[in-house]
């Protein structure tokens, strides 16, 4: 069975500019959590989505955003990036809305120039 | 605020010993526990959880121990093998609440010798 895939892998973009990435579930998993990763810290947590609703929202400004498809699927947008947005984000599915076990994707790696 | 810590940033062990790596926590709401080991440019994997209504729980050469007094786990790996040389994360949840938030802590580096 395939897991959580992610893509890009990696990424080069420039501050100001805009970015999407996207996330594929594991297969009967309804709901997708993005957390960002900088180097030597835990991920913390963005956002998650459960039946295409965001479900909660981490400490992050407004320049990040979110959606999900009915297919479940998802992408996170971040609009005016900053040096300060470059980092691996993280894609994790879990089954429900709450509890359980989340599993993630290899991430895609994000470098702003 | 860091809710989740993991104070020991690395750990160094002999193979075929053991590895304890520690994890504490100040939010007594969090009620579910979680380990993920992370290799470089791969996310995060998972290892083993606990719920609070329990103090242990084992899976082959991994145990999660859980002391809700003192908001303190502690995972055990024996014995330990190279391949176990990762970065592993602790992270905590709170199931009553809205969503599926994980905290995570900052993370302790294993290596294990041969």
């Known amino acids: 069975d395939a897991g959580v895939t992610q893509s890009p892998t990696h990424l080069i973009k420039t501050r100001g500019q805009q970015v999407t990435l996207r996330c594929s579930p594991i297969s009967g998993h309804k709901s997708v959590s993005w957390y960002q990763q900088v180097l030597g810290q835990g991920p913390q947590f963005i956002f998650q989505y459960y039946e295409k609703e965001e479900r909660g929202r981490g400490n992050f400004p407004d320049r990040f955003s979110a959606r999900q498809f009915p297919n479940y699927s998802s992408e996170l947008n971040v609009n005016a990036l900053l040096l300060g947005d470059s980092a691996l984000y993280l894609c994790?599915?879990?089954?429900?809305?709450?509890?359980?076990?989340?599993?993630f994707g290899p991430g895609t790696r994000l470098l702003v120039l | 605020d860091q809710q989740v810590k993991q104070n020991s940033p690395s750990l160094s062990v002999q193979e075929g010993r053991i590895s304890i790596l520690n994890c504490d926590y100040t939010?007594?709401?969090?009620?579910?526990f979680l380990w993920y080991k992370k290799y470089p440019a791969e996310g995060p994997t998972f290892l083993i959880s606990i719920s609070s209504i329990k103090d242990k729980n084992e899976d082959g050469r991994f145990t999660v121990f859980l002391n809700k007094s003192a908001k303190h786990l502690s995972l055990h790996i024996v014995p330990s093998q190279p391949g176990d040389s990762a970065v592993y994360f602790c992270?905590?949840?709170?199931?009553?609440?809205?969503?599926?938030?994980?905290?995570f802590g900052g993370g302790t580096r294993v290596l294990v010798k041969p």
């Open positions: 939010n007594s709401m969090f009620d579910y």
């Open positions: 994790a599915s879990s089954l429900g809305l709450a509890g359980g076990t989340q599993y």
């Open positions: 992270a905590a949840s709170a199931l009553k609440a809205a969503g599926n938030k994980l905290t």
